[in-house]
């Protein structure tokens, strides 16, 4: 099965209206978008959550872009550390009454100065002290470091399947930052390294880059979609695609309108 919906759910006063939109509109996902800050409340994530399950609608979180887990400055690690938490805390009330756990999506870090070997292992070390975190409070979530569209920025397919084989987190596949990234969509690249899993949580768009990578993402073209589920229609596993383009919403309900077809 493969869910659409977009990035962003607007504020905690209208969320549960803008869910039902969602739902009338046949998108089956949605990601929260807590790009410079969390600004939901407990209270107002279990309602949300509650209403999310009503609809069937997979909830997942974007975790502010101000995180570094390689910065060579400690008190920024621990800073980015603790928005992680935040939004984990607010990603277990939106999944607490729920099987499925809740997707942190984050931005790892930048390398820093330093070798990628290097860096990978100082971000795994606190993706791994992160989860320890997790574990001891309980909460209903998963991290899901996202594969990065630009090629000086920690964060390639490699990197973050290797995050997954030796600390055991989730993933976020951007398939547009893939083709950022690589310059081609590298599909055979993505499945070896993440064919294995049962699920996948991806993020999808069009997307304009350059000879260091990522841009800008623009509206997904058809031929865009139709590509990429040329590929999914061969993957046997659950896939939630949250796109991201400038109009994600309508992107979104193009792409499962274009699916439902093929």
């Not at 099965?1 to 607007?10: N, V």
């Not at 621990?78 to 099987?99: F, P």
């Not at 399947?161 to 987190?169: A, N, P, R």
Request: proline content about 3%; some cysteine.
């Amino acid at each position: 099965m493969i869910r659409f919906g977009p990035s962003g759910l607007g504020g905690k006063s209208e969320a549960i209206t803008i869910l039902e939109s969602y739902a009338k509109q046949g998108l089956k996902a949605c990601e929260v978008a807590f790009t410079y800050g969390v600004y939901l409340d407990k209270e107002s994530a279990e309602e949300i959550g509650k209403k999310a399950k009503e609809l069937d609608i997979y909830l997942s979180i974007h975790a502010p872009y101000y995180i570094n887990l390689n910065s060579e400055d400690k008190a920024k690690i621990e800073a980015s550390k603790k928005r992680i938490l935040d939004c984990c805390e607010i990603g277990h009330y939106l999944s607490a009454d729920s099987k499925h756990k809740t997707p942190i999506v984050f931005h790892a870090g930048f390398y820093s100065k330093l070798e990628p070997a290097e860096a990978f292992q100082n971000i795994k070390k606190e993706i791994v002290e992160l989860m320890g975190e997790i574990e001891k409070k309980k909460f209903n979530v998963i991290l899901c470091p996202e594969v990065m569209g630009k090629i000086n920025v920690f964060g390639s397919i490699e990197e973050i399947s290797k995050l997954v084989e030796e600390t055991g987190c989730g993933f976020c596949i951007d398939f547009a930052h893939v083709l950022a990234r690589y310059d081609k969509n590298n599909f055979e690249l993505i499945e070896s390294n993440f064919g294995k899993a049962k699920e996948w949580h991806c993020h999808f768009s069009g997307i304009v880059y350059g000879d260091k990578g990522e841009k800008n993402h623009k509206h997904t073209e058809k031929t865009e979609w139709r590509n990429l589920f040329v590929f999914l229609k061969t993957q046997k596993k659950e896939i939630t695609i949250i796109s991201e383009a400038p109009n994600p919403v309508g992107d979104a309900v193009e792409g499962s309108g274009i699916f439902s077809k093929l």
